[in-house]
């Protein structure tokens, strides 16, 4: 038997807070949580973190490949690809990642003219920090199919559909595939995430299922990967098991301005969702033929009315019958939409906090985008919750890490939408495990439960997250980061 001391520990929404306590371990499952009034120890426990939307091998990917998340202008950005397009690490394509022009004095992109000087005959693609919209140089654009939607062959620029294709047209050599699951791997769980679902394409469902990790996960594939607008591929059949939902994507970021907001941006951009209506009831439809929940990113007031609108069309078409249940992701405009049609029974909302502290701010990208109070009005977490809709965070890899977003949902710009700390932690703990079909862990933490947990230097009740490091994560019974000697053997 192990056992450890905590200075205090959240149990779940009913349990609580209790006070200093040990926890005995036998095996994979909590055998104790006893009391103990001596302890002086600032160590705090919750439930494992589940991040319940990330990117699993693009997070081990962007620490193999070029670092752009540092630049402070296009000058910047085209130097640091000039000085690294030697290096051998990302493979054939000089591949980059993390820019955000948001953040610069002067948000002007370099023109394709400036980036091939730079960069010579090696194929370059440099991703934003949204991840719906890159920077390509000639050399990269020959290599694109034809007519390729989304590229601009002007300007240099891709975005949407072809950059979230562009590992299954371009996949990474193998043993970068392999380094990048290991490098995912000790970021979860040196960010106490001992559960979460990914979203990825098929090149790199396949490696996630022939790879044994020690993460537990739940897998989205893209829609289009599962041929959705074409053929499937002879590989579906054999990945289809391991499959949990298909994601579409309904409209871009706000960075990019390709979220379909409500009304026009503030420069006055109007964008349109990408799917017609027609097609996202198709997507339903081909979800629900091969048993998988359908999963939509939708940002924008416009995409998620047709989200909305999608399900009513449903109805009418099968003669009443309820369409498949459906997670929303991001969901950031929802005021734009609410409360429309929306049903506990049929949506789960999955949101991102991260991007509250990240851009939601004074001055911040979402203000320069849409003006200050449609900015302010952007992720209504109490919205959700108080209308008793099934709510979880994830981080979007914007960056990994629930503690990165803590803040974002507690210290929300109107504080009518912000959630406590206890609404927090369960978001990203077991209601997130819930969402993901994770139930075992979606149980308050008592004795015979699973011994998945997470360990923090501080109580985040009292505590403000910049301010809190993950000390341990332990995931069924077993420290997979923290000091080895942290579970002592009785």
């Known amino acids: 038997m192990k056992s450890f001391l905590c200075g205090g520990l959240w149990a779940g929404p009913a349990g609580g807070v209790l006070p200093p306590s040990r926890i005995s371990i036998s095996g994979e499952r909590i055998t104790g949580i006893a009391p103990s009034p001596g302890t002086h120890s600032n160590l705090f426990v919750i439930p494992g973190f589940v991040d319940a939307h990330c990117h699993f091998c693009w997070s081990g990917l962007e620490r193999q490949y070029l670092d752009l998340s540092e630049t402070v202008s ?21 591949r980059g990642f993390g820019f955000d022009d948001s953040n610069w004095n002067n948000p002007l992109l370099p023109s394709l003219a400036e980036l091939d000087r730079a960069t010579g005959r090696r194929p370059v693609f ?41 590992e299954s047209l371009f996949p990474p050599e193998p043993h970068i595939l392999d380094e990048a699951c290991s490098n995912a791997t000790d970021l979860a769980f040196s960010s106490g995430v001992t559960a979460l679902c990914t979203f990825e394409p098929l090149v790199t469902t396949e ?40 994601k579409f994507f309904l409209d871009g970021s706000l960075g990019a301005s390709t979220a379909a907001v409500s009304g026009s941006y503030a420069d006055g951009t109007v964008t349109e969702p990408l799917l017609s209506d027609e097609q996202v009831l198709r997507s339903l439809e081909f979800a629900d033929s091969l048993g998988l929940m359908p999963v939509y990113h939708a940002i924008g007031g416009r995409a998620l009315a047709q989200i909305d609108r999608a399900a009513h069309y449903f109805r009418m078409k099968h003669d009443g019958r309820n369409p498949p249940a459906m997670r929303i992701e991001h969901a950031e405009e929802l005021t734009a939409d609410w409360p429309g049609s929306w049903d506990t029974s049929l949506h789960t909302f999955v949101m991102q906090p991260n991007f509250v502290s990240r851009w939601q701010i004074k001055g911040g990208l979402y203000e320069g985008k849409l003006g200050k109070e449609r900015a302010q009005a952007l992720n209504p977490f109490r919205l959700v919750v108080d209308a008793g809709f099934s709510l979880g965070f994830g981080s979007d890899c914007m960056p990994f890490g629930p503690l990165k977003g803590l803040g974002g949902a507690t210290d929300h710009p109107l504080d009518y939408f912000a959630v406590d700390t206890a609404q927090a932690l369960n978001a990203y703990t077991l209601e997130a495990a819930k969402i993901c079909g994770f139930y075992d862990l979606s149980e308050e933490l008592t004795e015979g439960r699973i011994a998945d947990m997470t ?24 420290t997979v980061f923290g000091p080895e000697a942290f579970l002592k053997e009785k």
Not at 459 to 471: A, G, N, R, S, Y
Request: charged letters at 20%; hydrophobic letters at 40%.
């Open 74 to 94: 296009s000058t910047d950005l085209i130097d640091l690809a000039s000085s690294s397009i030697d290096s051998g690490g990302t493979g054939r394509i000089l």
């Open 207 to 246: 490696v996630l299922l022939k790879t044994s990790l020690p993460v537990r996960m739940s897998i989205c594939l893209f829609g289009n990967d599962a041929g959705f607008t074409g053929e499937a591929p002879e590989s579906l059949e054999g990945v289809l098991p391991g499959l949990d939902g298909l």
């Open 455 to 478: 360990v923090l230097s501080a109580d985040p009740f009292h505590t403000p997250p910049d301010e809190i490091e993950v000390v341990a994560t332990i995931i069924g019974g077993e």
């Open 126 to 166: 440099l991703r934003r920090v949204c991840c719906h919209e890159a920077l390509v140089n000639s050399a990269m654009l020959e290599l694109l199919p034809p007519d390729c939607p989304g590229a601009d062959y002007g300007a240099g620029i891709i975005r949407e559909g072809v950059v979230f294709d562009f």
